[in-house]
């Protein structure tokens, strides 16, 4: 997933249930929110507001996850969410109470396919 993000054309941010310390992937802190930065973790989404209240806006966002807590999170903060299965071993079936099903990628390359064409 990190392809995804990093090579999508927009307004960016990385918000993590992990603690900073913990994150290995390239982003600036600027654009980096993690579990040290809320009193609440996921589904709690804390997180998610934070992002959006520092670096990006409510309008023309969207969250994407690999697990449903995640989703849960996106959920809880009235963000629109897709979900790319590649490097989980949950099934679209998983998520299917939660997002639409054209909103859940088998691959990284279709969901930056379904993201170019909303931003």
Same mark, same amino acid.
């Given at each position: 997933?990190?392809?995804l993000?990093?090579? &999508? ?5 990385l918000v993590?249930? #992990? @603690?900073?310390?913990?994150? =290995?992937?390239?982003? !600036?802190?600027?654009? $980096?929110?993690? /579990?040290? *930065?809320v009193?609440n !973790?996921?589904?709690?989404?804390? @997180? +998610?507001?934070?992002?959006l *209240?520092?670096? &990006?806006?409510?309008?023309? @966002? ?6 449903p &807590?995640?989703?849960?999170? /996106?959920?809880? /903060?009235?963000?629109p #969410? ?9 099934? =679209?079936?998983?998520?299917?109470? +939660?997002? $639409? ?14 993201? *170019?064409?909303?931003?």
């Open positions: 997933m990190n392809g993000v990093t090579n &999508l054309r927009c307004h960016k941010a993590s249930g #992990c @603690s900073k310390k913990d994150q =290995a992937i390239g982003f !600036g802190n600027e654009q $980096l929110f993690t /579990a040290d *930065e009193k !973790g996921k589904p709690d989404p804390s @997180s +998610l507001l934070t992002a *209240e520092k670096k &990006l806006k409510t309008t023309g @966002s969207i969250v994407v996850k690999n697990v &807590l995640g989703v849960e999170d /996106a959920i809880r /903060a009235g963000i #969410c897709i979900v790319v299965l590649n490097n989980t071993p949950l099934h =679209a079936v998983d998520f299917k109470p +939660l997002v $639409l099903e054209e909103r859940i990628h088998k691959r990284t390359e279709l969901a930056f396919n379904f993201l *170019e064409e909303l931003v």
